[in-house]
């Protein structure tokens, strides 16, 4: 019973800067993490970026220095600030939710897609 919401995807220019947004809703016992991945045409999904319930966060070596994860309100909204973008990073983005609907029962929960088109 947990949905996700994106928001922010759009176009930019070499160089220039996008923010994502996701919220979880719904009945939440416990987040473990919360992530965003991405997908280019012709090639498999991957990790971006994730942040942990206790704070820590993981970044593909293609991103660090340049993208930020973020987390509010107990980690159900979480942000993806991206500078410098480059043409390589034109994908779907996908928010990705890891948690348990209870103590027993866990969940793997993805967004609807963020299209991010990087142009020269």
């Known amino acids: 019973q947990v949905q996700l919401v994106e928001s922010g995807g759009g176009s930019v220019q070499a160089g220039g800067s996008l923010t994502l947004s996701c919220t979880a809703s719904?009945?939440?016992?416990?987040?473990?993490?919360m992530g965003w991945y991405r997908q280019a045409p012709g090639k498999e999904r991957e990790l971006v970026a994730q942040?942990?319930?206790?704070?820590?966060?993981n970044y593909a070596d293609s991103v660090k220095g340049r993208f930020t994860i973020s987390r509010v309100n107990a980690m159900n909204t979480v942000y993806l600030q991206m500078n410098s973008l480059q043409l390589e990073d034109t994908a779907v983005y996908y928010c990705?939710?890891?948690?348990?609907?209870?103590?027993?029962?866990?969940?793997?929960?993805w967004g609807q897609g963020s299209l991010v088109t990087v142009s020269s």
């Open positions: 990705n939710f890891r948690g348990y609907s209870d103590y027993v029962n866990a969940l793997d929960v």
């Open positions: 719904g009945n939440i016992f416990r987040i473990v993490a």
């Open positions: 942040v942990t319930s206790g704070g820590s966060t």
